[in-house]
Nanobody, 120 residues
Framework: QVQLVESGGGLVQPGGSLRLSCAVS????????MAWYRQAPGKERELVAS???????NYADSGKGRFTISRDNAKNTVYLQMNSLSPEDTALYYC??????????????WGQGTQVTVSS
């Protein structure tokens, strides 16, 4: 059993910053790709950023230059540092991870989401 729990969301003013965290727990053998997605009202879920187990990162155009994804393997945690936030960043942010369990089964897992609201 693997669980992902996000934290760090909230209300922030335009131009402000937030740091999201996602902790992975359970019967973990290895965490492979970790990623952040977001979904705004009336829109489809979209990839924000991803990071591989080789620390290769990818960003959507909307976050390039403002967002930074990182991971702490010792803590089984992925972070998303978001700077210069604008109202267009308002969305429910989801953590995603490809996890190989201790019995060597590899699956795609999702967190419950954390709300980010950017407003004056």
């Amino acid at each position: 059993q693997v669980q992902l729990v996000e934290s760090g969301g909230g209300l922030v003013q335009p131009g402000g910053s937030l740091r999201l965290s996602c902790a992975v727990s359970g019967s973990i053998f290895k965490i492979n790709v970790m990623a952040w997605y977001r979904q705004a009202p009336g829109k489809e879920r979209e990839l924000v950023a991803s990071i591989t187990n080789a620390d290769t990162t990818n960003y959507a155009d909307s976050g390039k230059g403002r967002f930074t994804i990182s991971r702490d393997n010792a803590k089984n945690t992925v972070y998303l540092q978001m700077n210069s936030l604008s109202p267009e960043d308002t969305a429910l942010y989801y953590c995603n991870a490809i996890v190989t369990s201790r019995w060597l089964s590899t699956n795609n897992y999702w967190g419950q989401g954390t709300q980010v609201t950017v407003s004056s």
